[in-house]
T-cell receptor, first 118, second 113 residues
């Protein structure tokens, strides 16, 4: 079956611009996660959705970052006024929902979007 | 709060030798632990997981890991390294009701011919 897909695979933008990164989770997965992986580091948690609502957004670094999941499937991570420090690989993951514990704890990752801010 | 420490950012082994990648965790409640592998320019692939069942966990590609509560460790092993095992390996922890993963900084495995 299809895995988690992310578009675009690469995005180059100028400092100060707005970008949107898209994630399409595995069909039937109600939980969705965004992580950011900087060069030479492990992924860092940004936000977690259960259905349409953000259940935990404690990892968003500041108010320039925002994510939505309006219909409980596809999610978009939005970054305003991009800065060079935002350059990283943005990873999306999905898992089964809370009713499927403990399988909710098994996350499946997409290939990532490499964001470069010049 | 949870944390993960991966000792050794780079590990080199000869083809056919034992692979041992170290992971120590910190958690005030029972953890769920995971190992993921990342090949260049690819996403993370789940190797194996510990979710409070058997402490010796077998995963894909011949890898296994043992959960040792007394040592707060979850080291990854493989008896005989293959060239295709060259990749970056990440250990991650979460806990019941938390869901988000806390990752280690990764260990890059190099396999020498």
């Amino acid at each position: 079956g299809a895995g988690v897909s992310q578009t675009p695979s690469n995005k180059v933008t100028e400092k100060g611009k707005y970008v949107e990164l898209r994630c399409d989770p595995i069909s039937g997965h109600t939980a969705l996660y965004w992580y950011r992986q900087s060069l030479g580091q492990g992924p860092e948690f940004l936000i977690y959705f259960q259905g349409t609502g953000a259940a935990d957004d404690s990892g968003l670094p500041n108010d320039r970052f925002f994510a939505v999941r309006p219909e409980g499937s596809v999610s978009t991570l939005k970054i305003q006024r991009t800065e060079r420090g935002d350059s990283a690989v943005y990873l999306c993951a999905s898992s089964l929902g809370m009713t499927s514990a403990p399988l909710i704890y098994e996350q499946y990752f997409g290939p990532g979007t490499r964001l470069t801010v010049t | 709060a949870q944390s993960v420490t991966q000792l050794g950012s780079h590990v080199s082994v000869s083809e056919g030798a034992l692979v041992l990648l170290r992971c120590n965790y910190s958690s005030s409640v029972p953890p769920y632990l995971f190992w993921y592998v990342q090949y260049p320019n690819q996403g993370l692939q789940l190797l194996l997981k510990y979710t409070s069942a058997a402490t010796l966990v077998k995963g894909i590609n011949g890898f296994e890991a043992e959960f040792k509560k007394s040592e707060t460790s979850f080291h990854l092993t493989k008896p005989s390294a293959h060239m295709s095992d060259a990749a970056e390996y990440f250990c991650a922890v979460t806990t019941s009701g938390t869901y988000k993963y806390i990752f280690g900084t990764g260990t890059r495995l190099k396999v020498l011919a």
